[in-house]
């Protein structure tokens, strides 16, 4: 398959949980929760790569009220949820098709493969969903402030990785 470029929706959020079967499973305070979904051509290196940009986009407030500190500057917490529908293809008619997702083996390899790589780097911060669960997600958005991901294998050229971020072990 032709590369893929794995697709993210990035919440800032006051707080955020997951619930299966009314339980909850997942939860943090002030951070970011952010739904993944694989792509059939992903690998690891859009993984890397988006795990790299989950951690460094600069969203949350400096001093001046400016966005430019990272998860990484703020110390937040992260909730990292499966979701195979950003991958839909809703170009036409009145449902989405899904021909665009990976297939559950592929996502939920991928998924787990980017949750330990976040994990390496933000340990007991990382809080996940459950691949394949029904799951309820509850969320209060801080600004609001959302932004749609998608990660290529490599940073644009002229730009660099981030050495914090690739430091992830």
Not at 94 to 119: D, K
């Amino acid at each position: 398959p032709v590369a893929g470029f794995m697709i993210a929706l990035l919440q800032r959020v006051t707080e955020a949980r997951v619930a299966v079967d009314r339980k909850v499973v997942a939860q943090i305070a002030a951070g970011l929760l952010v739904l993944l979904a694989v792509e059939p051509g992903d690998e690891s290196a859009q993984a890397d790569r988006m795990a790299e940009r989950i951690l460094g986009y600069r969203v949350f407030p400096d001093a001046d009220d400016r966005m430019n500190l990272s998860l990484l500057d703020t110390g937040g917490g992260l909730l990292l949820v499966p979701q195979f529908t950003l991958a839909a293809d809703t170009r036409k008619g009145m449902r989405p098709s899904f021909t665009g997702a990976a297939s559950p083996e592929q996502g939920e390899a991928l998924f787990n493969y980017t949750v330990g790589r976040v994990r390496a780097r933000l340990g007991d911060r990382l809080a996940t969903g459950v691949f394949g669960a029904h799951m309820r997600v509850s969320l209060t958005n801080d600004g609001p402030v959302t932004f749609w991901l998608r990660a290529d294998p490599a940073p644009p050229p002229g730009k660099a990785h981030d050495s914090r971020i690739l430091a992830l072990g």
